[in-house]
């Protein structure tokens, strides 16, 4: 029994020893392949470039350095993990011999309480005895390659989520026959803030499209701030534009509006309300962004405008590419709004995923617009168009646009 129990003991100190290495090899191994994986996705997404500038050698030693780097971190975790199966089974084996010699030499030295039968059985249990524990160990190694890689997910899942402690909200309204506000269902093309009050009542403030900075700092990083006592305000209906050195800070200003990032300091009112006591998914319906860098969806054209808004309608849609100035192309493709996009719009060109960008915003019919370098990949001509229909989006509306050319 003290041999089965030192056997055992041993077993478990070799499998405690090779685990905690074998967790670190397996973790080196894992970051080598998701490093890999992503080497092999950026010269994917960059093979144009590539061969432009004949980049080629260069890629393919980028790629044997992060292989052999995949490989030399595997082989070390594979060799750990086929280690300890066979120095487990062996040392079952040893325990079978060391039994089967110290009961043969108590037998052979006269023990009456001990014979041959019992030593065979004790054999036997022993066998039971080691195997179970022999067989965790043995899997130890895929334990130890599922924790490696579940520790990157759930360091991924224990990520702080975004804060919101917004509590005013957007809703529809309808004014009444005195002139208050009363909120309902149905869109009336009138919105409010409903502003809840510590003696649970509720006051409705219109959407004005009125927002003041004052004195704001900010820094995406506490210890450095980039933004330094920012004041400016925008009166509803008001066209204010940003115009300045790239890095200068312009659309980080924008970021601010849709809270993207908290500020450091000072204040950020909309319609007299604190930003940071209006919920962020109410805040962000209330304001239209295009950006210089577009983005669009798997499905079809008029799917892509409606994204903004999914109560609109056809003509609704048809109207806001109409105002953006998209309507022209849209009609020449092979299927007209139910012309497929796929892949981020790669059988558009820049300018055309641009323009639906842009109707995009326009059925949203926000009373703020953020316009950041929405014109840049549009050429001349059909950049007077768009400025026309521009014109007529922002009407009644506050604008923000970032630009390199006034």
Known sequence: ALIGVAVTGVDAIITLIVSKKSVTCFSSQQASMASLNGYIEEMLNGQKVIK???H????????????????????????????????????????????????GILILNGNTTLTAGIVVAFLSLSKSFSNPIQQVGQQISLITMAMAGAKRIFTLLDEKPESDDG??????????????????KERT??????????????????LKGDIRMNNVDFGYVPEKIVLHDITLYAE??????????????????TNLLNRFYDIAKGTICYDGIDINKI?????????????QDTNLFTGTV????????PDATDEECIGAAKLAGAHDFITRLPEGYETVITGNGENLSQGQRQLISIARAAAA????????????????RTEAIVQRGMDALMQGRTVFVIAHRL
């Open 52 to 54: 432009i500038f004949c």
């Open 56 to 103: 080629e050698k260069q890629a393919k030693v980028g790629f044997s350095s992060k292989n052999t780097a995949l490989y030399e971190s595997s082989k070390k975790a594979n060799t750990l993990a086929n280690f300890i199966m066979p120095v487990l089974g062996q040392i079952g084996n040893l325990l079978t011999v060391l039994i089967a010699f110290i009961g």
């Open 167 to 184: 509590y005013v909200t957007l809703v529809n309204a309808e004014r009444q026959p005195d002139g208050k506000l009363k909120e309902c």
């Open 189 to 206: 093309g009138i919105f409010a803030w409903k502003h809840p009050q510590d003696d649970g009542s509720l006051v409705y403030t219109e």
């Open 236 to 253: 509803p209906g008001q066209k204010l534009a940003f115009v300045g050195a790239t890095g200068a800070g312009k659309t980080t200003i």
């Open 279 to 291: 919920r962020k998914d109410d805040l962000r319906r209330s304001i239209g962004l295009v950006l």
């Open 302 to 309: 008029m799917e892509n405008i409606r994204y903004s808004n």
């Open 365 to 380: 019919d926000p009373p703020v617009m953020i316009l950041d370098e929405a014109t840049s990949s549009i050429d001349t």
